[in-house]
């Protein structure tokens, strides 16, 4: 490594100056170009035919790079979940890429390991689980797989050596996200095996419905391990009524995992936490630091509320590796993945470094300034809204859009202003703001209403096209 501080000082300069001067300049938050475009840009082929990149070379990979990037900092960064990653999280991944210790078995990472263990202490307190225990996971989709795992051992505990009883079946709304029907798949149910909840006209579990779905169940000889109620929706940025749902968890013995990945950062708020009011008596959840807590990808909490249930969950002999006694301290057995990197030190160090304050000050902020996106757009009668926000999420469409989604967010894209993704709720398809960037205010909401409502309008001309895009709706 004896070029580490000069090739990464470098880098890191490069890096820091080109963020500082896109937020004085007018550079669009997101190409619009398509692969071959891209990759072209990036000159990959180049570097894999034997040539090595100098010093030169790597600055102008790092700039096509970055000019080939979303800028999730971009005040008109609005499509996706991911954080604008702040410094701790950055530290983070360098202090483990540069040490490499996994946190697999606990001599191969000591102060890995404990800083994952302390991370998930803090998690599983803001959530009120004392006797909880929770590892990290590389993402909120093996989370939810992880859970269910749990979920379907606790109530077959023979299912880890025999697998599936016949009718074993996962309750969940079609509005939950989708790794839940992936975990399904995965864990022999079939995505059949997830029987779907009724919801209303947006897309939240019908609480009221719950039981006719029950009784289905019950008559068709099936079995639910388990209830995924999501805090919040992808889609919508709407929450389930936990509370209601646990109680009817609790009154059939039904596991009830809380697929919080984006929205149970709400629980730092005293004034927002009510919105997971219940959830202190769920089974698992699921929480990202990626999404609401300014870390980089990927630092998910993966938490149970009763400890037994998650220590061994994947408990193996490897003679080579565990020890008997280690057995509730080696991440090793209770988390899928062997090798990972140490995923609560970006959470921690966010933590040490900024305050809980800090971090909470951040999902109020963007929390609030969605509802005042509620406002100017619930008072312009340009467009239509199907409900009042829960988080930093929120649909809205032009009114009397009859056009293709996907065409008019492209056009909004070409502008290099604005990056929104769409969803659809029922049959209706929406534009949807995620707000994320510390730098969007209300001044940015009002010129995003003036350029989708010009995109919308016929007079608006698209750009041509350059190079071949996709147009797919994206959903993380
Ligand atoms: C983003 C999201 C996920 C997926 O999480 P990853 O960390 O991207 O794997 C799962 N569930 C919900 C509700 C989400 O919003």
Redesign the pocket.
Known sequence: MDDLLTVASAVLTQLVTRAEDLQNTDTPVVTTEGVEATTKDLDLERWLTGRTMSRSDLLAFVRAYCDNAADLWHPGYFAH?IAPPDTPGVVADLLQSVTNNIPLIYELGPAATVVDRVACRWMLDKVGWRAGSGTMAN???LG?LTSLVAARNARFPDARERGNPGGTVVLAPLTS?Y?VRKAAMVMGLGESGVRPLAVDEVGRIDVGRVAETLRAVGSAGQVPIALVA?AC??ATGLYDDIAALAEICQRHGIWLHV?G??GASALLSPRLRGRLAGIETASSLVW?G??MMRTSA?C?GVLFRDGDHHNGLFRQDASYLYREEMADVDAGQFSFETSKAPLGLKLFLTLAMRGEAALREYVESRFDLALTLWQLLTEDPRFEVPYQPHTNIMCFRPVGFTGDVNVLRRRIADTGRFYLSSAKIGDVPYLRAVLMSPATDVATLRELLDTVAVAASDQAQPRQPRGERTDDLIE?
């Open positions: 979940q993402g909120g989709s939810n996200h790794s999501t929706a992808t697929d990945a984006h990202d990626h999404k990927l998910t993380l």
